[in-house]
């Protein structure tokens, strides 16, 4: 029995470990195109071509070595830095590509890591200087990115990660944001506002009425921004004035997020190797930088639960079970844990034990549809079909156009000799996914 959904929720924003590439000047490209791009630059993009990062990386060493003033040198040594784990090496060599060439771009990227990483006295002077050339340029540089509404919304979010709320509001009402009367989780579109600076300014200005926090610090959460997920949703606790509403921060704080403040390199660590995983697909690079996140905190338990989740993804049942159980031993009410723990089990047809933690995984999410379907999937296992059948039909209520759902609601349906019912919701999987049946999906 293979358990469904999708292994992680992928981080929609990787700073720049993952995006730096695409904001690479074109000078770097001109190089290549006109044969002067040196040899250890082509030897590093021919190695992380064929993904062997640990050599791409010592050959944009030599070139930054052999041609420290090189800008391209500089940025692929950057990057490949980062996306290894090495910050302060990313972070020298991001200062020598602003140095190089300054502009708003390459001030703006030094920023971007900068802060990722919590070197904020870096990130705030190369966001300043990134703003003084926009103004020079009339808001936007000439080639239009970064622009000055990103730069000033991106050091409000700076001073407030460090926990400068006077910094941040006087910040705010010298870029005109403040003004008498707004409700700041419902921003009039003139303010020209993300979603996320105007909840941290509802934060700062109305903190008993900032029920959108609790959407914020969910949407941060799922791009493992939890420093600061944590800071939005412990500030509702604190000082909404619906019960509902800090009743409701208070549990997803327990499930999903630290028990404690952790430190944004700390978080940043996690998120590089978390992307080794599951975006390069490289588990055993990923395993040394969750490691190296593990000495910086041995009290997150969010890079013991990935390592679970790689052993499980090699078949390494007994390690997977050994890494959860440590995760849950730090968060006991970690979802993700309880819920990937019930996966390994139910892999070693240890039903029972699986099924309990199924069970606990509704409790902490109620709304997730996948724990449902495994419920009815061991039950199914267990041949218990008239307890499989109400987490089926949970399941497909949840998540209507989930082919898999209907799937196994059709499957149980037949069991329990109700084969007109199970052929109408096997048309609806079919519909949805023509391969339903000759695969299956793994959270």
Known sequence: MVPHGSLTTALRQFCCVVCVI???????????????????????????????????????REAAKTSPGTIQAQQWLAYMAAVM?????????????????????????????AGEIGETRVAVEALEKSLSYLREHNGSAPSAKPNSYEVSQYLFRVLLEDRDRKRALSFARAQGWIREGVDYCNPPSSLKLSSETAALLAMLIHPSSAQCLLQAGKDLTENADYRLARFLLADLVQYSERPEIRAQAQAYIRQRLPAHDIAKRTEWLNGVATALSTRFRLPDEALKVFRKTIETDSRFAQPYYRIAYIHWEKKNHDEAVRWFRKALSIQPEHWRATYGMGCVLADQKKYQEALAYYRKAV?????????????????????????????????????????????????????????????????????????????????
């Open 85 to 113: 784990g090495e910050a302060d090496e990313a972070l020298g060599a991001y200062q020598n590509a602003a140095l190089a060439t300054p502009s708003s771009t390459s001030n703006y990227t030094l920023a971007m890591f």
């Open 22 to 60: 695409a904001i690479l000047p074109s000078t770097v490209y001109r190089f290549k195109a006109a044969g002067l791009e040196p040899e250890s630059i082509r030897a590093g993009r021919a190695a992380y071509a064929r993904k062997d990062f640990r050599a791409a990386l010592g050959h944009f």
């Open 363 to 443: 409790t902490l999410n109620p709304q997730d549809a996948d724990s449902f379907y495994n419920i009815g999937r061991v039950l199914l296992e267990m041949e218990d079909y008239e307890q499989a059948l109400p987490a089926y039909q949970r399941a497909v209520a949840l998540d209507p156009n989930d082919a898999y759902n209907r799937w196994g609601l059709s499957w149980v349906l037949h069991k329990l000799g109700r084969d007109n019912e199970a052929e109408n919701e096997w048309r609806m999987a079919v519909r949805l996914d023509t391969k339903i049946g000759r695969k299956h999906r793994a959270k």
